[in-house]
Nanobody, 126 residues
Framework: QVQLVESGGGLVQAGDSLRLSCAHSRLTPSSWTFGWFRQAPGKEREFVAALWRSTGRAYYTDSVKGRFTISRDNAKSTVYLQMDSLKPEDTALYYC???????????????????WGQGTQVTVSS
């Protein structure tokens, strides 16, 4: 059974940092693509970052490049999202997702992921 559990969200000020964690049920990293998505009130869920399964290469949406870093610790079965220089527009519910069968062109599409965590709230005040 695939389980994803996010943690690490909170209320911070603009310019601060947070590290989100996604603990998974010992999924084989080389077989699973892990993604981070976020959803702000009244908006659609959007892609933030992903680690591609076979290469471990990281991909980011343009608005977070240079500020966010996705990584994984295979020994801890955990995927991280380090968020630096946070902005008020980063405020959202952040979700971890995983899938085995993505193709690269669909990696940024939420509906293509089969497994999701419950989400963790990030609020950035100005």
């Amino acid at each position: 059974q695939v389980q994803l559990v996010e943690s690490g969200g909170g209320l911070v000020q603009a310019g601060d940092s947070l590290r989100l964690s996604c603990a998974h049920s010992r999924l084989t990293p080389s077989s699973w693509t892990f993604g981070w998505f976020r959803q702000a009130p009244g908006k659609e869920r959007e892609f933030v970052a992903a680690l591609w399964r076979s290469t471990g290469r990281a991909y980011y949406t343009d608005s977070v490049k240079g500020r966010f870093t996705i990584s994984r610790d295979n020994a801890k079965s955990t995927v991280y999202l380090q968020m630096d220089s946070l902005k008020p527009e980063d405020t959202a519910l952040y979700y971890c997702a995983a899938d085995q069968n993505l193709i690269l062109s669909t990696m940024r599409t939420p509906s293509q992921y089969d497994y999701w965590g419950q989400g963790t709230q990030v609020t950035v005040s100005s």
